[in-house]
DNA sequence: TATTGTTATACTCTATAACTATA
DNA sequence: TATAGTTATAGAGTATAACAATA
């Protein structure tokens, strides 16, 4: 609960100088390049109705950082896919949410490694 | 990073069966009984503007969970304290809060331990 | 002069309900 | 009949700027 809390405000402050939301940058995490999303799945990840991604993906759309495409096997369903700009964000994205906190030195080399295994094993 | 954004459906679902946002939540675990919080302290604790807190504690307050109340010290100041309504559904929120995932169960008791025993040390 | 909290404004996120196109 | 996505609507979160009261 601590940590979640506590990370409450990184993720704005960090989209913010994107110029992006919370929730739009979750959204660009989720499309990894090659891999086009169906926007239902975006909905169930961020845990939101599916209206809320209609707009969301509006927005990124207009800014030019994902494209909207009728998937061939159902066409009602739409998929997702990042442009280059969308791609260069992401990359950038990603080193800055995975870069450690300054707390992380309060660990050891090893108890680091732990820590990461511990949480992998009841993220998976 | 996985964590954090795991996280993200998890507190807006648990607020809305109090009928309350995540944001409200967050003011309302702030708040320890006996300890009158100044609306400043919000802010930066919420990492946001000033003239957010207003809205949430006008909503809080209107709920009858929160009071405002002027500060002895400094007239310019408000402190803020939890009514009895508060502190019931401030109890219930942390409970809730704290009880572990049911993916805690793949780790066993030591690790457990150490699992908290690590996230202390990076959180204090 | 600087700070605390409020107000006004604008934009984004969010859910609900009704709708269209497709399955 | 059910599902994927959209639209319309309403309420809440958020930042910025201007303001009042106080320091």
Known sequence: ??????QRGNLP???AEFELSPAQCHVLHLI??????????????LSCDASN????VDRLEARGLVVRQ?????RRVKVL???????????????RLTSPPD??????TQEQRLLVELLR????
């Open 1 to 6: 609960m601590q940590l979640s809390l506590s």
């Open 13 to 15: 402050s960090l989209a």
């Open 32 to 45: 990894e390049p090659g891999r086009p999303v169906p926007m239902g799945e975006v909905a169930g990840a």
């Open 53 to 56: 991604v209609t707009g969301l």
């Open 70 to 74: 009728p998937s061939p096997a159902d």
């Open 81 to 95: 896919t990042l442009t280059a700009a969308g791609r260069r964000i992401r990359t950038v994205l990603i080193e």
């Open 103 to 108: 707390t992380l030195g309060r660990l050891s």
């Open 121 to 124: 094993r009841i993220l998976e």
